[in-house]
């Protein structure tokens, strides 16, 4: 069942925000272990009875912002049956390309914990697109759904990080890697042409 989206509060949504940008600071001179819940809202000028309405910890704040990049990402692509039958397919992998690569860019390069946060929520919502997609028959699998959705939100995921730790990521050569891992990927899903709702499988929950 699709989860209708409900307006969120203007104030709520400039919290968030304030939150999320005073962590991108902080980040660039500590790593995400370094710091603590308080110090994030201390930064976004945030007093700590007020942050706690929005996350339980700071691991929830990250999570969610991977999550919404992801979303957004995904929900730009403009739909269209004029569009390619792999269009949706492609989506999905361009948008954990440049996710991954946002995350990768958004802390030093040995920050484990943030690493691993990013990795499982990504990891998670593609399974989730992916098994949307054959629940919908947005795809189909090749051979068993549940195997074909789990070798394929892998597969996703480390073409994904393939690009985004490459030197020369560029959308020129997003392109070509995204084409490459659609191909990479014929032998276990294949998309249905007539259905090309993919990107609203990240609005489910």
Sequence with gaps: MLVAE????????????????????LLRDRTFEELTLHEIAEAAGINRATIYKHYADKISLLDAW?????????????AGTERPNDVRLAAL????CECLHWVS??????????????????????????KFGFAEKILFAVGRPELAAAMASSAI???????ATAQHSSSSTLDAHVANAVAGLASLVVS???????RHALTFE
Excluded at 6 to 25: F, H, K, M, N, Q
Excluded at 110 to 123: F, P, Q, T, Y
């Design 66 to 78: 991977v999550a919404d990049d992801l979303r957004h990402r995904l929900s730009a692509v403009p």
């Design 6 to 25: 409900r307006p969120i509060d203007p104030r709520i949504t400039r919290t968030r925000a304030a939150l999320r940008e005073a962590l991108g600071s």
């Design 157 to 163: 995921y480390g073409a994904a990080t393939v690009w």
């Design 105 to 130: 860019a958004l802390g030093h390069a040995n920050d484990r914990l943030l690493g691993m946060i990013a990795e499982a929520r990504i990891r998670a919502l593609v399974l989730h697109v992916i």
């Design 93 to 96: 992998i361009g948008a954990t």
């Design 192 to 198: 249905n042409p007539k259905r090309v709702r993919l």
